[in-house]
């Protein structure tokens, strides 16, 4: 059984930073195509970062140069690094999987789903 389990997040103040990491079990996580989503209230859930199996990293263009998707292999984690952090950037953040590729930016599409993480941001 596939699992992703968040940790990290909190509050900061503007140009603060924090680290979200993601723990999996249950799958070849080599393999899988995972990255970090964001949903702020009344919004859509928006993709912030993604990392596929051969290392190839994207990014929200509201977030280049500023947070680090990295994964470590041997230890199965996936983390997020935010730095020079915004009241923007406020959000409950979720870690997600897909086996098989690529979600194109839609979340409909992810496999699994971390249970989530708040990030908050004061002024």
């Known amino acids: 059984q596939v699992q992703l389990v968040q940790s990290g997040g909190g509050s900061v103040h503007t140009g603060g930073s924090l680290r979200l990491s993601c723990a999996a079990s249950g799958y070849t996580y080599s393999r899988y195509y995972m990255g970090w989503f964001r949903q702020a209230p009344g919004t859509e859930r928006e993709e912030v970062a993604t990392i596929d199996s051969d290392g190839r990293i994207t990014y929200a263009s509201s977030v280049k140069g500023r947070f680090t998707i990295s994964k470590d292999i041997a230890k199965n984690t996936l983390y997020l690094q935010m730095n020079s952090l915004k009241p923007e950037d406020t959000a409950m953040y979720y870690c997600?999987?897909?086996?098989?590729?690529?979600?194109?930016?839609?979340?409909?599409?992810?496999?699994?789903w971390g249970q989530g993480t708040q990030v908050t941001v004061s002024s």
């Open positions: 997600a999987a897909r086996d098989g590729g690529s979600w194109y930016g839609r979340w409909e599409l992810v496999g699994f």
